[in-house]
């Protein structure tokens, strides 16, 4: 075998160890810099897992100091003190420019897990949401925001900080603060829109001669037909039709001192004696107002079918026109009240009057962003009678038409794993953006008990599910349910039936209507059908017709 070599002349061997050294050393330069970035990587992977970089907008007051224009990048330090979960709960902030406002957000964390958000710089405490947004009160160099996720008995904690210390903080003399705004000038939990005062009185005096109410309807009323499939967070107030010859002589008075913010005017009136009044010959009609007064910055009382508003109201809020509403720009604008002071006429011949704390979320709603899109003040719905003196709260509490306790009534049935409680049809949200249909609650389920007699079961649901509309608008899309407690029934591998009987309102009826299919599909969804009485069926099986909630 012939090899056939290629010799180099002598002359070209400098030439050819100069190029192989500086190939040689280019791909060694490249290849220490690639080690040196990964090094660079690992070791500030860690750091970055610990530290979120925020936007510090400018200020303009904080409580009753002033802040100097803040330009500088403020850095939130974040630390989990133990490892609930092998995935680290991830927390970012914002501070808000003009409105005096932190909002942290949480990520990352186990969807069973309930949050319970404090910080040193706000009063304020939230649970059972991933969103913690508050006014800050106290001026302080750090602020400092702690997260506590638990699941079942084991809770830990993050805490986020923000470093404030180059914030220079200059107190307002006095003649720079105006009576309105002695108090620490703040914006509502709720909507964060209207400006407030703290309050600690949260005392109630009685707003209407108690001797005229015929009767209280409690919280957690289920009455689709009225775009109330989920159950009602206000209590229906009842006045006898002595308080309606006598209406002349009283108006709903304020029950604690407060401001006005907001006063919306129905776009119809409404019938002073009801619409479905056993009154003859007499359709006088009288103006229908919602009315929302800020007692404090986290305590609201909402009044519903209001009607002729007082003279001193109307001088601050000029005529409002059908379908038009009068709000508040700051808390100078919002109409001042005290306690006992007149506010409007009690409309026709029922009320709905209603008492939000921020400071509470109600543990029976799983998933509580879900209501905060349209009504942000529903998790935070709390027992009126708790703010009345004990001979006022007895002589109202006497009025109440409900069998057992809490007496004043439930409205969050949420379970984990279990049916019971509210749903919502899958692919919508809770005003059904999507408009699948004109009504925004036609999405809308809920599984629960009667609001008067809760040993009875009750079926709410709005006409998406695809029942037939006889059998809809027979019960008006609310249904008692015969079978298994609804509370103990999980995912099984067998779907669950119940009957489905007539419920009117306060009436239980006895009609067999139809034949409700339902399986738990674990991961908080829900599987539902509706069946005719005349089903040819013993042993129902679910079909296309068959619909998806989760929560």
Not at 447 to 452: A, F
């Amino acid at each position: 075998m012939t090899h056939n070599i290629f010799l180099l002349s002598n002359k070209y061997y400098p030439i050819l160890f100069k190029r192989l050294y500086r190939f040689l050393m280019s791909k060694f330069f490249v290849f220490t810099f690639l080690l040196f970035i990964i090094s660079c990587s690992s070791t500030n992977s860690e750091q970055v897992e610990n530290h979120k970089i925020i936007q510090i907008d400018p200020i303009e007051t904080i409580d009753t100091v002033q802040i100097d224009s803040i330009e500088n990048i403020g850095i939130v330090q974040t630390q989990n003190e133990e490892k609930l979960s092998e995935r680290n709960v991830n927390v970012e902030c914002i501070l808000h420019e003009n409105k005096n406002t932190i909002s942290c957000k949480a990520k990352s964390y186990s969807q069973n897990a309930v949050l319970k958000w404090s910080s040193n710089v706000t009063s304020k405490t939230m649970s059972g949401t991933s969103n913690f947004n508050f006014q800050i009160e106290t001026p302080n160099p750090r602020a400092v925001i702690t997260l506590e996720v638990c699941q079942g008995d084991t809770c830990d904690k993050t805490t986020s900080e923000i470093d404030m210390s180059f914030i220079e903080f200059t107190k307002k003399s006095p003649d720079q603060i105006s009576d309105t705004n002695k108090n620490t000038l703040l914006r509502d939990s709720f909507f964060n829109e209207y400006e407030c005062a703290n309050n600690s009185k949260n005392n109630f005096s009685k707003f209407y001669p108690i001797r005229l109410i015929e009767e209280i309807e409690p919280m957690g009323k289920l009455n689709a037909g009225s775009g109330h499939v989920t159950p009602t967070d206000h209590l229906y107030i009842k006045r006898n039709p002595d308080a309606i010859s006598e209406d002349n002589k009283y108006f709903i008075l304020s029950p604690s001192s407060g401001h006005i913010v907001r006063i919306t005017r129905q776009e119809n009136d409404q019938y002073l004696y009801g619409e479905y009044s056993g009154q003859e010959n007499d359709y006088s009609v009288v103006p229908d107002h919602r009315i929302l007064i800020m007692h404090s910055c986290n305590l609201m009382t909402v009044f519903i079918h209001l009607g002729e508003l007082h003279p001193t109201i109307i001088e601050r809020t000029g005529k409002i026109n059908l379908g038009d509403s009068w709000s508040a720009s700051d808390l100078n604008s919002a109409i001042k009240l005290n306690t006992g002071d007149p506010i409007a006429r009690f409309g026709d011949n029922i009320l709905d009057w209603s008492v939000h704390d921020s400071n509470m979320i109600l543990d029976g709603f799983l998933n509580p962003e879900r209501y905060r899109q349209a009504e942000p003040w529903k998790i935070h719905t709390v027992d009126p009678f708790q703010y009345f003196n004990s001979d006022d709260k007895e002589l109202l509490l006497s009025k109440v038409k409900r069998i057992k306790e809490p007496l004043s009534g439930k409205i969050d049935y949420d379970i984990e794993g279990k049916i019971i409680g509210n749903w919502f049809l899958e692919g919508t949200d809770y005003l059904d953006e999507n408009k699948l249909e004109s009504d925004y609650w036609a999405g809308h389920l809920a599984i629960g008990y009667h609001h008067i007699y809760p040993d009875h079961q009750i079926l709410s649901v709005g006409r998406n599910i695809g029942i037939d509309e006889n059998i809809y608008n027979k019960a008006w899309g609310v249904f008692r349910l015969e079978g298994p407690d609804i509370a103990t029934i999980g995912k099984v591998s067998n779907e669950i039936e119940y009957k489905m009987y007539s419920d009117s309102g306060n009436i239980l009826g006895d009609d067999l209507l139809g034949r409700l299919l339902i399986s738990h599909l674990g991961n908080r969804s829900l599987q539902v059908e509706v069946f005719s009485v005349n089903s040819n069926n013993n042993v129902l099986k679910f079909t296309d017709n068959s619909k998806i909630y989760i929560r």
